[in-house]
Every structure is written in structure tokens, then in C-alpha cells.
């Protein structure tokens, strides 16, 4: 059976390639192909899980691909099937071939159509990806392309400033989840010596052990997973994220922000539940979590005036609950739970549009007035302040912009006033590459192995925060950004020696993707120019350009379609376990430089089209 598992991932794969051939005026052909796909994955995972109930029903683990494999190191694809897997393939299937039905006549003559479901696709594999996953390293491809398409499916429409903001806005939010993937994987190389697949963390006694001996280590392996699980599932203190991305077409959000996105978070918690419900402390901060969520969107979905925030605040609590679930050890109750609440919602959200319209005709015929009640005045004024907070959605984004957005933008706008001179930029280029060539003749000392590899991440941050915050030159921002790497592999020379490989590894896709996208931009340059001060929607009349930019864009943020996917994963096992600022400095790096790129190309590519016959509101849907 095991060696069926691949199959789950094959049928979409298949039916995204065929999709791809047609042109977008074929709606029948492109619409029929995508549910005949989402039919036949049905069909295969029902027969599957019940021929896998009737057979053993005991959990499957297939080890497909190894891709690289050096020394303790090895990077290998792993599949793993039991009954959390079978619970979410299943739903995940059935809504997906439910709303692949609903969405054929629902975007008919909708440009964009075949965009729609190619994006449609892309997004479900990731979501098989990440529940067939065995390892972390899997997991990671899956998340890496859950975000991507989540953002292209959120500013779906791309022609409106307000879907392609908010698209920025969930992408940002997804990449401290990658934050937090990124140092689990870090830090689990140090604690298993090896890529450990989540059939070992099953073993009670094998985790135990190896936890009793690394508390530490451990803790900071739970939390990491903790806030990667917290972002993904728009938990406390994320749980803006969710009402954004309802900004996509109505069965986006049905299908993926309102049921089977929004509980990846619950997934990754009940997939790595044997390891973190090992201190308690961490499933007290669970529950606490669940709690505070539960009780805060709870307010606000009472009070928000759009149906689809609603809803997705209602989900909001609904997860903090299963969270708690979880924490508390009812892994059954808690699938049950998650999926009753993904098909509730699901099917709130598709028919929240006939619901409206049916509420604004009510208000002409049948309106009531409202009749004033005799309350207490501190009840009054109890419930004048909930609705202000519930309605102000607990100030959460504000926050978030305060406490973390506005700094690194502050330090942004001071870099950019420096105004270096050009030579300072070819200084800033040609250093990391000079000393790059001395780092095998530099000796052992404390200054080489602790403060070097501080001060040369930190060099490479400040290049990113500064690209952060550009606003006039796009080229020279990707130049920053391109050369950033430099840094970031210095910094782990410096630390620990770097083989020839492994500098390869990470590099090619970084240079591969750096100067074909140059090129784009020099192209483009020609035809109009253009800064990163406002949108420029040149993806309406470039289309080609476009779709080579947004792969550029993906490799040098180390998407699984390069080298440096691989390579990311590889310098951090040149990363000691104590070295854990060195290590958050460039994690972070990797989550800025991604919002940075990501950024780039919406604004040049995506929003408002100038000199154009489409019509669009500037700065509101």
C-alpha cells in the first residue's frame, strides 16, 4: 500500500499540467478538467482509506526520494499515512471537488478564469503535500507553497489596490510561520543528529530520551512549532490575517481560509503532538491560547459589519477550541470537531452572497424598528466597550504594526537617507565575494567564530531592511537583495566551514534567479519607467514577463523550484545549537527578503492599471 501513497500527489499534478495547455477562453474544457481531477482524487482516497481500514489500519511510511545526502546529513522526501492524515485528505478532497463544481459557473466569463484554477490546483497539492508529509523537510515544500498561492488566490482580483494589499499582508503573516518552521528544523537537526520523520516522534520512548537529555532544545522546538501552528490557524495573536484574505473570489475562502488553510495549524499540533504534549508547560500556553482566541473573535464576529469577517471570526473560535482539544489529549474530538467546522463554514461562505441580498431586500419590506431596552448603565456601557473592541478587532493589526512592522521600517527609512554613493554599493558587492575567498585561510579564534558571523548576518539584515523600505529603484533593490546571500554565507563560512557543495548548492538558484530577473526589469525599463512608489499592473499587457519575474521572485526567496531550497536547509546544519542569535538573525533575513520580493513584484506587476479601460477604485475595493 505504501507504495500507492504518491498517488495523492500525482492526480493533481496531472490535472495542473493539462490544465496549463489550454487557452483561458476554453472555460468548459479547463473547468471539466479540474473536476474530473478532484473526482477521481475523491474516488482514489476513499478506496485507499477503506481498503487501508479493512487491511491494518496501521500508520504507512514510504521514504521516496533521497536529494542530497552528505556526512549525518540527508535531505529525503517522506510519506506517512494514519488516521490524522486520512481524516484530512478526505475532507480536503470532497470540498475541494464540491467547490471546483460550484466555482465553474460561479466565475464564468470572470477574467482570470483559468488563472483561478491552475492557482486552484497549485494550492490543494500543497495541502496533500503537507498532510502526506513524514518529515519536516516534506512539510516545508508543502508550506512554502501554501503561501505563494495563498497569496495569488487573495489578490485574485489584481486590477484592486485593496485584494492585492491584503494578499501582501497574508503573505507577511505566513512567512513568521516559516520563521517558525525554519528554526524547528534547526534545531531538531541538533537534538535527533538527523532528519527525524514523524513516524520516530510516535515513539514515546525515543523522544523521551533524547528530551530528557536536551530539555532545552526541546522547548524551544515546541514553541517554534507553537507559532508556526498559531499563524497558520489565525490564532492569538494572528487572528487578523483571516478576514483579509477573504478579499479572493467567494470560493477561494470557502474552501481555503474558511476550511482547509485555516486548520493547517491544527494539523501541524496533532502531527507533532507526542513531542510537545511532553511538557506541560507548553500545553498550558496551548490551551491559554485557545482560550484567549475563542473569547476574542467571538466578540468580534458579533459585531463585524461584512458576512464573510463573520465567518471567518466565528472559525477563528471554533479552532481556538480545537486547539484545546488537542492540548488536552482528545485527538478524536478534536478531528470530529475540525471537520464539522470545515464543511460549516464552507457552507456559509458560498452562500453568504445569496444571504445578503436576501437580508437588503428584508430591511425595504419588512423593516423593524429597534426597541430600546431597559438595561443597567454599566451593562450598557460593558456592552458599548466590547463592541468598540469587537469591532476594532482588538487592535490586533495595530499592534502587529507597532511592535514589529513600524521598527523595521523606521530603520529602513534611516538607511535609505544615507544615500550611499555608487561605489559604496560595488564596496557592499565586491566584499563579501573578496572575503568569501580568504574564509579557508582564516584562523580559529573567538572573533572569527563568534563575532564575525554576527556582524556579517547582521550586514545582510540591514541590506534586506533597507530593500524593505526602497521606494524608487526596483533594480537595485533585487541587486541588494541578490547579493544578501553573500552575506548570509559568510556569515555561516565564518562560523562553521562551508564546503564547496553546499556554497553551490545554495547559490545557484540565487544567481540563476538574480540575473534573469535583472534582465525582466531592464527589459521592462525600456518600454516605461516605473519606481515602487504605486502600482503599475503590468501584468495585464506583459504577461510573459510576469510569470518569468514571479519565478525569479520564488527563487531567491528559496521556493522549491531551486537549489537554494536545499541549500537554506543545509547552512543551517552549519549552525551550532547554542548559536541561537546567529540563527534567528538569519531566519529572519530569509522572512524579510521573501515580504521584500514578493513585494517588488505586486508592485510593479499587480493593483490599479494605469491608462487603462478597466475601471477600479484607487485606494477601496
Same mark, same amino acid.
Given at each position: 500500500?505504501?507504495n ?6 500525482i492526480?493533481p499534478?496531472i ?6 495547455f489550454?487557452s ?5 474544457i479547463?473547468?471539466?478538467t479540474?473536476?474530473?481531477?478532484m473526482?477521481l482524487?475523491?474516488l ?14 496501521e ?8 536529494l ?7 535531505f ?10 486520512? &481524516? ?12 471546483? &463544481? ?10 482570470g ?8 490546483l497549485l494550492?490543494?497539492?500543497s ?10 523537510e516534506?512539510l516545508f515544500?508543502?508550506w512554502e507553497?501554501l503561501? %505563494? ?8 482580483y ?13 503573505? *507577511? ?12 528544523m534547526?534545531?531538531?537537526h541538533?537534538?535527533?543528529h538527523?532528519n527525524?520523520?514523524?513516524? @520516530? ?7 523521551s530520551?533524547h528530551l ?27 487572528s *487578523? ?9 467567494t ?15 491544527v494539523?501541524?499540533?496533532?502531527r ?10 507548553i ?16 466578540v468580534? *464576529? ?9 465567518i471567518?471570526y466565528?472559525?477563528?473560535a ?5 486547539f484545546?482539544?488537542v492540548a488536552?489529549g482528545?485527538e ?6 475540525l ?7 464552507s ?6 452572497p445569496?444571504?445578503?441580498t436576501y ?8 423593516f ?8 443597567p ?8 466597550t ?7 478587532e482588538?487592535k490586533l493589526?495595530?499592534i ?11 530603520i529602513?527609512?534611516l ?7 555608487p ?8 566584499l ?20 564575525l558571523?554576527?556582524l556579517?548576518?547582521s ?11 526602497e ?10 537583495? *541578490?547579493?544578501?546571500?553573500l552575506?548570509?554565507?559568510l ?8 564546503s564547496?557543495?553546499?556554497a553551490?548548492?545554495y547559490?545557484l ?5 538574480s ?5 525582466v526589469l @531592464? ?8 519606481n ?7 501584468a495585464f499587457?506583459q ?16 521556493f522549491?523550484?531551486t537549489?537554494?531550497f536545499?541549500?537554506e ?5 552549519h549552525?551550532?545549537e547554542?548559536?541561537i542569535?546567529l ?11 521573501g515580504?521584500s520580493?514578493?513585494?517588488i ?7 490599479? %492599471?494605469k ?5 477600479t ?5
Amino acid at each position: 500500500m505504501e507504495n500507492l501513497l504518491p498517488l495523492f500527489l500525482i492526480i493533481p499534478i496531472i490535472g495542473l499540467l493539462i490544465s496549463l495547455f489550454f487557452s483561458d477562453v476554453k472555460e468548459k474544457i479547463i473547468s471539466t478538467t479540474v473536476i474530473f481531477t478532484m473526482g477521481l482524487y475523491v474516488l482514489f482516497s476513499f478506496s485507499f482509506t477503506i481498503y487501508w481500514l479493512i487491511k491494518s489500519s496501521e500508520a504507512l511510511n514510504i521514504k521516496e526520494i533521497s536529494l542530497y545526502s552528505s556526512n549525518n546529513y540527508n535531505f529525503f522526501i517522506d510519506f506517512y499515512f494514519d488516521k490524522i492524515t486520512a &481524516v484530512y485528505l478526505l475532507f480536503s478532497g470532497v470540498l475541494s471537488y464540491l467547490i471546483a &463544481v460550484y466555482s465553474r459557473v460561479y466565475l464564468h466569463k470572470e477574467p482570470g478564469y483559468k488563472r483561478f484554477f491552475t492557482t486552484f490546483l497549485l494550492f490543494f497539492l500543497s495541502i496533500q503535500i503537507i498532510v502526506l508529509s513524514g518529515n519536516f523537510e516534506t512539510l516545508f515544500i508543502g508550506w512554502e507553497i501554501l503561501g %505563494v498561492s495563498s497569496f495569488l488566490l487573495i489578490a485574485f482580483y489584481r486590477h484592486r489596490y485593496l485584494p492585492v494589499r491584503n494578499g501582501l499582508k497574508v503573505f *507577511s503573516i505566513y512567512r513568521v510561520a516559516d520563521l517558525g518552521i525554519l528554526l524547528t528544523m534547526w534545531l531538531s537537526h541538533h537534538l535527533w543528529h538527523q532528519n527525524i520523520t514523524f513516524e @520516530q516522534l510516535n515513539n514515546t520512548p525515543l523522544v523521551s530520551e533524547h528530551l530528557s537529555e536536551h530539555t532545552e532544545i526541546g522547548i524551544l522546538i515546541s514553541l517554534a512549532i507553537l507559532v508556526a501552528a498559531c499563524v497558520k490557524s489565525a490564532q492569538f495573536p494572528f487572528s *487578523s490575517w483571516l478576514p483579509r484574505a477573504m478579499e479572493g473570489p467567494t470560493p477561494s475562502s470557502a474552501i481555503f481560509y474558511g476550511s482547509i488553510a485555516a486548520h493547517i495549524g491544527v494539523f501541524l499540533l496533532l502531527r507533532t503532538a507526542p513531542f510537545w504534549q511532553q511538557f506541560i508547560a507548553i500545553k498550558i500556553t496551548v490551551i491559554c491560547i485557545g482560550t484567549i482566541t475563542a473569547i476574542m473573535a467571538t466578540v468580534s *464576529s458579533k459585531v463585524q459589519y461584512s458576512a464573510k469577517a463573520q465567518i471567518a471570526y466565528s472559525s477563528v473560535a471554533q479552532i481556538g477550541i480545537i486547539f484545546i482539544e488537542v492540548a488536552l489529549g482528545f485527538e478524536t474530538i478534536a478531528l470530529f470537531h475540525l471537520v464539522s467546522n470545515a464543511f460549516l463554514r464552507s457552507y456559509q461562505l458560498l452562500i453568504s452572497p445569496s444571504m445578503v441580498t436576501y437580508y437588503i431586500r428584508e430591511q425595504f419590506y419588512n423593516f423593524v424598528p429597534y426597541k430600546k431596552k431597559n438595561t443597567p448603565k454599566w451593562l450598557q456601557k460593558w456592552e458599548t466597550t466590547l463592541y468598540v473592541i469587537g469591532l476594532n478587532e482588538w487592535k490586533l493589526d495595530q499592534i502587529l504594526y507597532i511592535y514589529f512592522w513600524n521598527p523595521i521600517k523606521k530603520i529602513g527609512v534611516l538607511l535609505t537617507k544615507l544615500q550611499p554613493k555608487p561605489y559604496v554599493h560595488v564596496i557592499l558587492a565586491v566584499l563579501p565575494i573578496s572575503l568569501l575567498c580568504i574564509s579557508n585561510f582564516a584562523g580559529s579564534s573567538i572573533v572569527t567564530h563568534n563575532i564575525l558571523p554576527i556582524l556579517f548576518a547582521s550586514t545582510g539584515l540591514l541590506l534586506v531592511i533597507r530593500t524593505f523600505s526602497e521606494r524608487k529603484n526596483a533594480k537595485l533593490a533585487c541587486i541588494m537583495l *541578490s547579493f544578501n546571500h553573500l552575506w548570509i554565507l559568510l556569515a555561516v563560512t565564518f562560523n562553521d566551514k562551508v564546503s564547496i557543495n553546499h556554497a553551490f548548492i545554495y547559490l545557484l538558484g540565487v544567481i540563476v534567479s538574480s540575473i534573469l530577473g535583472l534582465v525582466v526589469l @531592464q527589459q521592462l525599463s525600456k518600454k516605461a519607467t516605473f519606481n515602487l512608489n504605486d502600482f503599475y499592473g503590468l501584468a495585464f499587457q506583459q504577461k510573459q514577463p510576469a510569470f518569468l519575474f514571479l519565478l525569479c521572485t520564488l527563487g531567491l526567496m528559496g521556493f522549491p523550484i531551486t537549489t537554494t531550497f536545499l541549500g537554506e536547509d543545509l547552512l543551517f546544519t552549519h549552525i551550532h545549537e547554542h548559536q541561537i542569535t546567529l540563527a534567528l538573525l538569519i531566519s529572519f533575513n530569509f522572512v524579510l527578503s521573501g515580504i521584500s520580493l514578493m513585494r517588488i513584484y505586486a508592485r510593479i506587476f499587480m493593483g490599479p %492599471v494605469k491608462n487603462s479601460n478597466i475601471s477600479t477604485a484607487r485606494r477601496s475595493s
